[in-house]
């Protein structure tokens, strides 16, 4: 089956504790996202990637960090510094930029406690 | 800078009449514009898109939304609203000069039986 998979689907830390949220894809995408969601504000992107090796901020990306050694793979690390970790996290990818639409994963839901 | 605005927290509509979800833009250049329809937790659905061309698109599931260039609006449209159709769905826009892809808060549909 071609798709994007995430995981865990569910995942708690203690605070202080860096995690990493897994994000492999088998559709050959080049481009690769990482979201937040919470209630009431919509997605927001943390990270983005157009080719390995390479990526930039999104619009939140204090407090997390990422990697794009292969292709297929993006993993996301929420750090000790991002203050308030809870939320739903969605990892997305696309053949390229520009008009073609993302597909995204099943999420990962992070709870601090 | 890019931004999407959805209006509307939540849409009540009664099954069988038609239903709008407000979507507006801003963007430097042109865009290219997405819906997404999310049931409760998974990841997002890809619905349809607008690249250029003709104003009416149509998608997936009996879902069509208008692109209009002087109100910077892409309303997503269904003439006959089904019970199913009740999820989250989410408005985003890339602009042809950027690689980044923003959506909306979101909007609830809620359809009545």
């Known amino acids: 089956d071609g798709g994007i998979t995430q995981s865990p689907k569910y995942l708690f830390r203690k605070e202080g504790q860096n995690v990493t949220l897994s994000c492999e894809q088998n559709?050959?995408?080049?481009?690769m996202y990482w979201y937040r969601q919470d209630p009431g504000q919509g997605l927001r992107l943390i990270y983005y990637?157009?080719?390995?090796?390479?990526?930039q901020k999104g619009d939140i990306a204090e407090g997390y960090s990422v990697s794009r050694e292969k292709k297929e793979s993006f993993p996301l690390t929420v750090t000790s510094a991002q203050k308030n970790p809870t939320a739903f996290y969605l990892c997305?990818?696309?053949?390229?930029?520009?008009?073609?639409?993302?597909?995204f994963g099943q999420g990962t839901r992070l709870t601090v406690v | 800078a890019q931004s999407v605005a959805q209006p509307e927290d939540q849409v009540n509509v009664a099954e069988g009449n038609p239903l709008t979800v407000k979507c507006t833009y801003s963007?430097?250049?042109?865009?290219?514009l997405f819906w997404y329809v999310q049931y409760p937790n998974r990841g997002l659905q890809f619905l349809l898109k607008?690249?250029?061309?003709?104003?009416l698109v149509k998608g997936s599931y009996g879902f069509e939304a208008e692109f209009n260039k002087s109100q910077t609006s892409f309303h997503l449209k269904k003439p006959s609203a089904l019970v199913s159709d009740s999820a989250l769905y989410f408005c985003?826009?890339?602009?042809?000069?950027?690689?980044?892809?923003?959506f909306g808060t979101g909007t609830r549909l809620q359809v009545f039986p």
């Open positions: 997305a990818s696309s053949i390229r930029t520009g008009s073609t639409e993302a597909f």
């Open positions: 559709l050959n995408h080049d481009a």
């Open positions: 990637s157009q080719i390995v090796n390479d990526f």
């Open positions: 963007v430097s250049g042109n865009p290219y």
């Open positions: 607008y690249i250029t061309g003709d104003n």
């Open positions: 985003a826009v890339r602009a042809t000069n950027t690689d980044k892809l923003i």
